[in-house]
């Protein structure tokens, strides 16, 4: 019974993953451009007033959300679509970036390592159940790792409007 409920659920991911299909010329174009250095996905945006992702942790406290342009480390990256990444936040962990209503993906070869300067609103929120299944399956964990997320989380993420690949 748990593993057809496992199934189950795997399946309906997989469904709702493949439903985000590209809206815009933009996104096609941008899943198709290759991650050569400084690729600019999104809008464009001067690198100006650049926090690292430490800083950012510290600007961030004790307020709502953040407008700021960031540079960090890419830890992981959705090999599925290109829908999101992970980027380090030094001792602090990680922190998710997505990008605006799905306006734009980032290449789906594996960045982690790759250097990003970012741009747009850094917020805490509390990430479910379902979401946090989705992003794992994205980033091709193991079913048991999947199932193993019982627990909404709150993290500090990022929806970015402009990204730049180092």
């Given at each position: 019974m748990k593993k057809a409920t496992l199934l189950l659920?795997?399946?309906?991911?997989?469904?709702?993953?493949?439903q985000h299909q590209p809206a815009t010329q933009a996104e096609a174009t941008s899943e198709t451009q290759s991650a050569a250095p400084d690729s600019t996905f999104g809008a464009s945006f001067a690198e100006e007033n650049v926090l690292s992702a430490?800083?950012?942790?510290k600007a961030v406290a004790g307020q709502d959300s953040l407008q700021a342009t960031v540079a960090a480390e890419i830890k992981e990256s959705c090999q599925s679509k290109g829908c999101w990444m992970d980027v380090?936040?030094?001792d602090e962990g990680n922190m998710k970036v997505t990008f605006r209503d799905y306006g734009f993906f980032v290449p789906t070869q594996d960045l982690a390592g790759r250097q990003v300067v970012f741009t747009g609103t850094a917020k805490r929120e509390l990430v479910s159940v379902e979401d946090l299944r989705h992003f794992a399956q994205d980033a091709g964990k193991s079913a048991e790792e999947i199932a193993a997320i019982t627990e909404p989380r709150e993290e500090l993420r990022f929806v970015a409007d402009g990204v730049i690949l180092k």
């Open positions: 659920c795997l399946a309906a991911i997989t469904f709702a993953c493949n430490t800083e950012l942790v380090k936040l030094g």
